[in-house]
């Protein structure tokens, strides 16, 4: 029904393999988005022990001196209480701008 372009440059075909990231999954997610800061805006039941206050007095998941959120579990790379994540954690989505931005952050 449309005319085919002829100009193929901007398909995803055109794309190679190489130049394609990967895509980001369980199994290689390497929890980048666990080195942002988080603040606690809602109630979803994280338990105290992971909770600190900023400078501000604010609620925030606490962070051990390396960096890395208190509730990351460093076998598994995954949430030791996903269950009860804060709400900021609940929306920010694999594979999506922020995490591919914070991947690129970390060289991965």
């Not at 606490?62 to 949430?79: N, S």
Request: aromatic share 8%; with cysteine.
């Amino acid at each position: 029904m449309f005319p085919e372009s002829s100009d193929k440059s901007s398909t995803p075909a055109s794309i190679s393999a190489v130049e394609q990231p990967a895509a980001v999954t369980c199994s290689n997610c390497q929890a980048c988005c666990c080195h942002l800061e988080v603040m606690l805006i809602t109630e979803t039941g994280v338990p105290k022990v992971y909770i600190a206050k900023d400078n501000w007095g604010g609620e925030v998941m606490r962070r051990l001196d390396d960096g890395w959120c208190a509730a990351l579990d460093r076998d598994t790379m995954m949430c030791s209480i996903y269950e009860v994540r804060p709400l900021i954690c609940r929306e920010f989505e694999m594979a999506e701008y922020e995490c591919v931005s914070e991947r690129e952050a970390f060289g991965i």
